[in-house]
């Protein structure tokens, strides 16, 4: 399997953790140092991430990824996807896709993802000029 194909997985198991709230995945997948910034600006750690995700704050119903691209140069990898997602977050219903950039580094632990960050994909609505 090439580094590609297991960033390319790695990426789908984290999708797929969301919805199984397996958090051995994240602890095993994410980098000590990994940080995603948020949409709101905020910046979250692997700890708080974490805590959030077994605290219940947030509940998926549905993830996935697609529409991968893989670059691999020594040992630090990126990844541009579409993420989509649906469920609950503080209480609030979403129901969204985003582009997003993930960076890897690869170690003695394998490919961990060190850092995340989304943008999401506004729905497009028909134009009422037609």
Do not use: C
């Not at 997003?100 to 632990?109: D, N, Y």
């Amino acid at each position: 399997m090439s580094d590609a194909d297991i960033l390319r997985a790695n990426e789908t198991a984290i999708a797929d953790a969301h919805v199984a709230l397996d958090l051995g995945v994240f602890e095993r997948l994410y980098h000590p140092n990994f940080v995603i910034a948020q949409p709101d600006g905020s910046t979250e750690g692997k700890r708080e991430g974490l805590a959030s995700l077994a605290g219940g704050e947030r509940h998926w119903d549905a993830a996935a990824v697609d529409d991968l691209e893989v670059t691999v140069v020594g040992d630090t990898g990126i990844v541009l996807g579409r993420w989509r997602a649906k469920g609950r977050y503080r209480g609030v219903d979403f129901d969204y896709s985003a582009r997003f950039l993930s960076v890897w580094t690869h170690g003695s632990s394998g490919w961990r993802n060190l850092a995340y960050q989304s943008v999401e994909i506004p729905e497009i609505r028909p134009s009422n000029d037609a």
